[in-house]
């Protein structure tokens, strides 16, 4: 475990290198609120594809769970992530391009879900329970998949425009 740690620390050390870490990373820009977001070449549309063709740093993942509130042993295989590729990429200091984009689709309903619910701990609960509008299932469970993350952001829609579900 110690070693996991050094290596936590010496990526986020490289990451946050010639990056304004009071703006943060890519989860971070995602979790904030709208009037929080700055938009900045590294944001963009092709800017984010480009880092996700890369994969994103391992930070990004600990960003995301920090910013759920999730223990890393619950996030990752929602992520699709074993523990032993957890930690080859802990190594190697980068996701691969697929989980990349499965953390950028996490960050994205979990900025959404604090837009329309107006706190991230309120956001954080209602990802986290059952939700009668996906039949039951819990947001984050559902969301797994890219079908289930789409739904997921049509009723967070539906609730932002007070459409009963």
Not at 99 to 108: G, K, L, M, P, T
Request: hydrophobic share 40%.
């Amino acid at each position: 475990m110690r070693i996991e740690e050094n290596i936590v620390r010496e990526v986020a050390a490289t990451y946050r290198s010639g990056v304004d870490t009071r703006r943060g990373g890519v989860v971070a820009y995602l979790v904030q609120g709208p009037e929080e977001r700055r938009v900045s070449r590294e944001f963009t549309t092709a800017g984010l594809i480009q880092s996700l063709k890369c994969g994103l740093p391992v930070q990004e993942l600990h960003d995301l769970r920090s910013s759920l509130d999730l223990p890393m042993e619950r996030l990752v295989p929602m992520l699709g992530i074993s523990k032993a590729t957890l930690h080859r990429r802990m190594a190697a200091g980068r996701l691969d391009p697929a989980e990349s984009d499965r953390v950028v689709r996490f960050a994205r309903l979990l900025g959404k879900a604090v837009e329309v619910m107006e706190s991230r701990e309120n956001a954080r609960a209602w990802l986290s329970a059952p939700q009668r509008g996906l039949g039951g299932a819990v947001p984050l469970e559902y969301a797994e998949t890219e079908v289930g993350a789409r739904e997921v952001e049509d009723l967070l829609g539906r609730i932002e425009y007070g459409v009963y579900s």
